[in-house]
């Protein structure tokens, strides 16, 4: 069982960046692979990034790969989404992901915990 806590979400001008963490519960986090998905009101939860648990494989979403950065430290337990310049396009909650070793994968039937999901703001 992982319980998953997002922070780091806010309020941002178009260009800037933030840094979301994702901090895991229990022993075993470095088994998990994780993810990030993003969902806009009205929308489905779609894809951002993923790592492994071995940190030796990411995938990204196109509409983010060279902005966005996904790592993890698995010593703290924490799991990290460094955005960079950042869109208008980019505002929505944002929620990580776990799921059993088993490959990274970039949908959410893939993944079996889930974070409350954090909000993120940008301003034109």
């Known amino acids: 069982q992982v319980q998953l806590v997002e922070s780091g979400g806010g309020l941002v001008q178009a260009g800037g960046s933030l840094r979301l963490s994702c901090a895991a519960s229990?022993?075993?986090?470095?088994?998990?692979?994780m993810g990030w998905f993003r969902q806009a009101p009205g929308k489905e939860r779609e894809f951002v990034a993923a790592?492994?648990?071995?940190?030796?494989?990411?995938y990204y979403a196109d509409s983010v790969k060279g902005r966005f950065t996904i790592s993890r430290d698995n010593a703290k337990n924490t799991v990290y989404l460094q955005m960079n310049s950042l869109r208008p396009e980019d505002a929505t909650v944002y929620y990580c992901?776990?799921?059993?070793?088993?490959?990274?994968?970039?949908?959410?039937?893939?993944?079996?915990?889930w974070g409350q999901g954090t909000q993120v703001t940008v301003s034109s």
């Open positions: 992901a776990a799921r059993g070793r088993g490959g990274i994968v970039a949908v959410t039937t893939g993944y079996d915990y």
């Open positions: 790592i492994s648990w071995k940190r030796l494989n990411t």
């Open positions: 229990g022993r075993t986090f470095s088994s998990y692979d």
